[in-house]
Structures are given as structure tokens and as C-alpha cells.
């Protein structure tokens, strides 16, 4: 039997070929294998914060309930914005709007009452014709309250009775208007009026019934200023107040007083 071929119990020779190819494979894979866990060894390894982060990071985002409940509420919330806008933008629109046609209004008011003014307070307009021009001048309302009080200032024994019929009537068209005026014209401390014109005033708030708390309180402060003055020093205090053009006496005071007294009662009523 040739050896070259065979061997005892049929197996092949160890120098057979394909056995060392069977080998040599096995042997490489081996190797490759142990290549591959030295490479894994020899890699430095991240930190574990690095490593934590990095499975955190993996982890699916979790919501709590404010998070839900800004999901649910944002769209409202974009919708709530936009209507919030368009009516500040309505309320401030109107509001320029309605201040242009006021002053508009006003503009045109003054153009039309010109010629009734010039008219009222020429040095030689008759009663009749002043009562009749303030009439007319009082249809305008709140417009024509400061014109009055200027004319009823400085009117004299004509005109100044017109402008307190003015008054009267304008009241009936703007009353609150009418008794803001009036009681500006009592608060002032500045001599900018003649005790006069502080007697006709309150006699008109009586008269027209102003019986609001600006009023009030502008009446409630004359009397304490006032206080029915019986001394020199609380004259000359007074006397402070109102203009040097026409000095208050203590007849003044006591012609104020009654006419406090008086309004006082008329606006209790």
C-alpha cells in the first residue's frame, strides 16, 4: 500500500494540503479575534459622566404636567394675544379718532361763535343785545363756559349779567361742564379774580344746581377760607386771594358769607 495515499484506519497523511488549509484558516480567525479584544483593551474608555450622558441622552423625553398644559394652552394663547392687540389698537385709535374730531369740533365752534363774541363784548352793546348774544353763545354748550367767565369777570353792569344768563342757559345744555368751570374759578388762589366774580359764581352754583363732589368741596374750602372774617389779619389773608383790583372790605366778606350761606342751602335741597 503506498503511504503517500493513505494511512493506517483510511485517514490522510498530517502533510496532507488540505489539512494545513483547514489549520492555517482556523488559526487566522483565531488571531484576528484576539487583534480585535487587545484593540478593545487598549482604547481608553470614556469617563461616566460622558458615558451617563451619553445614556441619558437615549432616554425619551418626559413631560410633566406644566408641560402639558402649555401644548393644550399655547394655540388659545396666540389666539388670546392677537385679540388682545386688536382691541388696544381699537381703544387707541378711537381714542386719537374721537380727540381729532373733538378738537375739530372745537375749532369750528370758536370760527362760528367769533362774530357773537365781538359782538357781546363791544363797550357799547345794550343789554338786550348782550342777554341776546350770550343766549346765543350758550346753544355751544361746555365751549362757551370760559368765554363767559372771562365776560363775567370784566363785563360790568352790562355785559356781566349777560354772561351770568349765558351760564344759566349753557347749564342746561353741558351742566357738568358748566360746575367744573365754576368751581376752578373758586379754587383759585392766585388773584387771578375779583371777589366779585367769586360772589357771582357761587351764587350761579347754587342757582344752577351743582351738586357734584368738585363743587362741594370747592364751596366747603371758600367757607373755611372765608370763615366770615371778623379780624384785620384774616381780612388781609383774604384779601390775598383774589384781585388788587378791587380790594375786599368787610362788607365783602360779609355779602360772600350770606351768598355761602345761601348756595350751601340751595344744593342740600
Excluded at 484558516?25 to 459622566?49: D, F, H, N, Q, Y
Excluded at 360790568?156 to 351742566?175: E, I, K, N, Q
Excluded at 367744573?180 to 357771582?200: K, P, S
Aim: proline share 4%; aromatic share 4%; with cysteine.
Amino acid at each position: 500500500m503506498n503511504n503517500d495515499t493513505a494511512t493506517a484506519g483510511g485517514q490522510p497523511p498530517a502533510h496532507d494540503p488540505a489539512v494545513r488549509t483547514a489549520g492555517d484558516a482556523t488559526m487566522l480567525g483565531v488571531e484576528e479575534r484576539l487583534a480585535s479584544v487587545e484593540r478593545e483593551i487598549e482604547k481608553p474608555k470614556p469617563s461616566l459622566e460622558a458615558r451617563l450622558s451619553a445614556l441619558e441622552k437615549r432616554l425619551p423625553a418626559t413631560k410633566d404636567n406644566w408641560d402639558k398644559l402649555g401644548i393644550f394652552v399655547s394655540p388659545f394663547a396666540t389666539i388670546l394675544t392677537g385679540v388682545v392687540v386688536a382691541l388696544v389698537s381699537y381703544y387707541l385709535t378711537g381714542r386719537i379718532t374721537n380727540a381729532l374730531e373733538r378738537q375739530k369740533l372745537q375749532e369750528v365752534n370758536i370760527t362760528a361763535m367769533r362774530d357773537t363774541l365781538i359782538k357781546l363784548n363791544s363797550a357799547d352793546v345794550s343789554q338786550t343785545e348782550a342777554e341776546a348774544s350770550a343766549l346765543a353763545l350758550a346753544a355751544y354748550g361746555e365751549y362757551a363756559v370760559v368765554p363767559f367767565i372771562t365776560v363775567l369777570d370784566s363785563g360790568g353792569d352790562v355785559r356781566g349779567p349777560a354772561a351770568m344768563h349765558g351760564l344759566r342757559a349753557a347749564a342746561l345744555v353741558s351742566h357738568e361742564a358748566v360746575c367744573d368751570r365754576l368751581a376752578q374759578v373758586l379754587d383759585n388762589r392766585t388773584q387771578l379774580y375779583r371777589w366779585q366774580t367769586h360772589r357771582t359764581t357761587i351764587t350761579l352754583i347754587g342757582e344752577i344746581g351743582c351738586k357734584g363732589k368738585t363743587a362741594t368741596a370747592a364751596l366747603n374750602n371758600y367757607s373755611e377760607l372765608t370763615g366770615c372774617t371778623r379780624t384785620k389779619p384774616e381780612l388781609a389773608a383774604y384779601q390775598n386771594v383774589v384781585s388788587a383790583e378791587s380790594v375786599p372790605t368787610q362788607e365783602s366778606i360779609d355779602l360772600l358769607c350770606k351768598a355761602l350761606d345761601r348756595t350751601q342751602q340751595l344744593v342740600q335741597r
